[in-house]
């Protein structure tokens, strides 16, 4: 009778242990209410549907979200200093080295299409561009220390770096190099932001491509929570809840963009051959919306 009551209490704390609520960390580097982030509703989403097989959760705000910066956030998730704490990051081989990456492209993988802020004198150079020896001739601003700029340099494209981020629209606009390209759905409202800067415009005839996945990434401890997101990720996405919130955030941007009518040229990206290719089946095709 005792081993009988015995295996039933464990059993049960096997069951409350199992669906145990699991208390997450979400913080960010951007600016704003976070709660309105594409990667706040996405990490949302990822968690409520392995609600029923993972349990029970609790999606905190980083209690200093507004003063992080993504230096800061890389320290703290190395030391772990919030309970499961998360956030988007460039995947890389450091990535992979150092974090518990969830090797699913958040944003689909549309950030790695790249379109440039320019001066109008660049702008008129650009429409110059019909092949990859061509565009290899442009000159590049890119942020002090940024992933895109290694990548570009090691490609052989001459990378003019700047500190601040408002200080790069003003490089662009006063044509200290040929162009400042971004994520293609970022062009819209950095443009919109920074168009108050005299001579400041955006190129419309090329778009430079690499891979650049963003992936959620946590303290290598934290293999439970990387692998929940993970498959509440690949079942949203299995659902079409993924499309459709990525639609309902990027669609209108992308479709500004204009890729379907931009020259292309795509190159690799050599700081990710540690990244299993697998994320590539969930990679959408902007030229095709």
Request: aromatic share 12%; with cysteine; proline share 3%.
């Amino acid at each position: 009778m005792n081993l009988r009551i015995s295996t039933l209490l464990l059993l049960c704390s096997v069951v409350v242990s199992t669906y145990a609520n699991t208390v997450v960390t979400f913080a960010t580097g951007v600016k704003g209410e976070p709660t309105d982030l594409y990667e706040y509703q996405l990490l949302k989403l990822a968690l409520e549907k392995t609600r029923n097989t993972h349990g029970n959760f609790t999606l905190n705000i980083h209690p200093n979200i507004a003063n992080l910066s993504y230096t800061r956030l890389k320290v703290e998730v190395e030391n772990n200093a919030y309970e499961n704490l998360i956030y988007k990051e460039s995947a890389s081989n450091e990535v992979i080295d150092n974090y518990a990456a969830v090797q699913f492209p958040v944003d689909l993988g549309a950030v790695g299409y790249r379109i440039g802020l320019a001066s109008e004198e660049s702008k008129q150079k650009l429409k110059n561009i019909n092949n990859k020896q061509d565009v290899m001739d442009v000159s590049i601003i890119q942020g002090r220390g940024w992933l895109d700029g290694e990548i570009l340099r090691n490609h052989g494209f001459k990378v003019h770096e700047g500190r601040s981020i408002e200080g790069l629209f003003y490089m662009a606009a006063n044509n200290r190099a040929d162009i400042f390209p971004i994520g293609s759905y970022e062009l819209k409202r950095e443009y919109d932001k920074y168009k108050y800067i005299e001579g400041l415009t955006y190129d419309e005839s090329i778009c430079i491509y690499y891979p650049l996945p963003k992936f959620y990434v946590t303290n290598k401890q934290n293999t439970k929570l990387a692998q929940r997101v993970l498959t509440g990720l690949q079942a949203a996405y299995a659902t079409g809840e993924v499309r459709a919130l990525w639609d309902q955030f990027f669609l209108e941007k992308i479709k500004f963009a204009n890729l379907g009518q931009r020259k292309i040229f795509k190159f690799d990206n050599p700081m990710i051959s540690k990244v299993s290719p697998d994320y590539e089946q969930y990679l959408l095709d902007p030229q095709a919306l």
